[in-house]
């Protein structure tokens, strides 16, 4: 049976013997971070090593491989300067969504404003529906349909940043945030998830509604 937290001890330990003292951080994002996990899950782990090079990219895949799984194997590399000077509108989601296995990630990451966090929310929607209406035009409708659940996957990550700039409150599963979001929102979350684990769907209407939800939302913030 797999276990997230052997797996980062582990691959903790294997990264301490390669990096030494470079190490400077060792963290879990993404559904086994939420307790959402499935068996085709991600496993999706931020490393931060001191003046990272293409070397190091090689050493840390090398260790990757070594822990089985591989295939399932995700998340964030960088350099520790690298992340010293990152985009502070992605900070506040950065120290939202990861949990320190090793290190402090607070301690590694530049300030932000609650008005970066409001533009981080402004990106990710214009993003989102700029890649929705790009493709539903230039692409044909068996891509369209192929590619909308993966899309769908920003819905959830907005729609956390949404309601935490409503109640000050960021929550990290589904689950919970389906039971605070009402109206066009929930209605939206529903079918991001759904989406997430069903194959068959009513392209139109899922399109109609995530369509509308995007444009609705950036007329609020």
């Not at 937290?5 to 030494?20: C, P, S, V």
């Amino acid at each position: 049976m797999f276990r997230i937290d052997e797996y980062i001890d582990e691959l903790t330990d294997k990264l301490i013997n390669a990096f030494g003292k470079r190490l400077e951080y060792v963290g879990l994002q993404g559904s086994y971070l939420r307790h959402e996990e499935t068996k085709n899950s991600d496993i999706d782990i931020m490393v931060v090593i001191d003046n990272i090079s293409v070397e190091d990219l090689n050493t840390y895949q090398k260790s990757l491989i070594s822990m089985g799984n591989y295939d399932k194997s995700c998340g964030f590399i960088c350099g520790k300067t690298d992340l010293e000077h990152w985009n502070p509108l992605e900070i506040f989601h950065l120290l939202k969504t990861t949990k320190d296995y090793y290190g402090e990630l607070k301690n590694l990451v530049p300030t932000y404003t609650i008005e970066d966090e409001r533009n981080y929310v402004k990106l990710s929607l214009n993003n989102l529906y700029h890649e929705i209406c790009h493709r539903y035009i230039h692409t044909d409708m068996e891509y369209n349909i192929s590619r909308l659940p993966i899309t769908c996957k920003s819905v959830f990550f907005i729609m956390q940043h949404l309601h935490y700039l409503d109640s000050g409150n960021f929550i990290l599963t589904k689950r919970e945030l389906l039971e605070c979001v009402q109206g066009e929102d929930r209605t939206v979350l529903e079918l991001s998830i759904y989406l997430q684990n069903n194959s068959d769907y009513d392209f139109d209407r899922a399109f109609f509604l995530l369509f509308n939800w995007c444009q609705n939302t950036l007329s609020k913030i």
